[in-house]
């Protein structure tokens, strides 16, 4: 099938985002926000593009899954052996991607990035399916294995390392927050003449709300 990719296009009408009706908190902003996208019944609405650095300056980017956000910041889970936890830690600057195509929004946030409390990633991996904290075991991530059978293979030895319910997390897997220093929201609107509104933290507990052009 051939596209003409320069000709998809549609105008976004659905809603508008003003100053006076916005949060003073982007963390009480992105609330509502999610919990319309929740109302909405946006498919995986906590699925986020994860950007990350090299110490060179290269970046790569991979969608991930929110699992935790308040006043200190948005939490994700990972491998700590993984690519994106390497660069993280050598490098320790994210950007957040959240886009919400059915409500014709994304949110952007951009901060430093921390580990949470290992009893905040036990917690966590504890409330994860068996099979998925099994899966932090058998999977040496970003790795280059020799095919799907190594990853079964290993499956089937945590299976019986771990026969009952009681899987611990390993000391390799855990979480990072985000700690934002700027969120923006935007809002399709019509002509491209989008609403966007940055808020960029001016000092602890205290933001200031740009509105950009789009």
Do not use: C
């Not at 009706?21 to 946006?42: M, T």
């Amino acid at each position: 099938m051939n596209v003409d990719l320069a000709a998809l296009r549609r105008e976004y009408a659905r809603q508008a985002l003003n100053e006076d009706s916005a949060e003073a908190d982007p963390i009480a902003q992105f609330r509502r926000w999610f919990d319309e996208a929740l109302a909405a019944e946006v498919l995986d609405p906590n699925a986020m593009t994860l950007a990350t650095a090299s110490p060179a300056g290269h970046p790569s980017a991979r969608i991930v899954l929110l699992k935790g956000f308040d006043a200190d910041g948005f939490a994700l889970y990972t491998n700590y052996e993984s690519r994106k936890a390497q660069e993280l830690e050598a490098n320790p600057w994210a950007a957040l991607v959240f886009w919400w195509g059915v409500l014709e929004r994304q949110v952007r946030v951009e901060g430093q990035v921390e580990r949470v409390a290992e009893r905040d990633s036990d917690a966590y991996f504890g409330s994860r399916p068996r099979g998925s904290r099994l899966g932090a075991w058998a999977s040496p991530q970003s790795r280059v294995i020799a095919g799907r059978d190594v990853l079964e293979s290993r499956l089937e030895e945590a299976e019986a390392r771990f026969p009952d319910e009681s899987v611990p997390r390993p000391s390799y897997w855990g979480g990072y927050r985000v700690r934002p220093e700027a969120v923006e929201f935007w809002q399709g609107r019509p002509s491209r003449l989008h609403d966007r509104l940055r808020y960029r933290r001016a000092e602890e507990g205290v933001w200031l709300v740009e509105r950009l052009a789009p």
